[in-house]
């Protein structure tokens, strides 16, 4: 799915589904029986994510729309990606 940094690539798990809700998204992890919304900032990586776009692509993404650095970018994505593991949305395996 995604690699946020050149030893990790993050996937979405079999257990993990989603449907949009007006300016959200419902993120449901069967497995846990738990549920998450997305907006703002973490709803544009979820969707950027879904659609394919790379760590790159990604970076840049999130440096346009909240005007920062891709540095900046790359620590949001990162905390982002390692938030929605740590919840048993998203698996992480050695790149």
């Known amino acids: 799915m995604a690699n946020a940094s050149s030893d990790v690539m993050y996937y979405c798990l079999d257990h993990v589904y989603w449907v949009k809700d007006k300016d959200q998204e419902v993120v449901v992890v069967e497995k846990q029986q738990s549920s998450f919304l997305f907006r703002g900032v973490e709803l544009a990586i979820w969707t ?9 692509e990604l970076r840049k993404q999130i440096s346009v729309l909240l005007a920062i650095s891709e540095a900046e970018s790359q620590n949001i994505l990162l905390q982002t990606l390692e938030s929605w593991f740590s919840k048993g949305i998203l698996g992480k395996e050695a790149a």
């Open 48 to 56: 950027w994510l879904i659609s394919g776009y790379q760590t790159d």
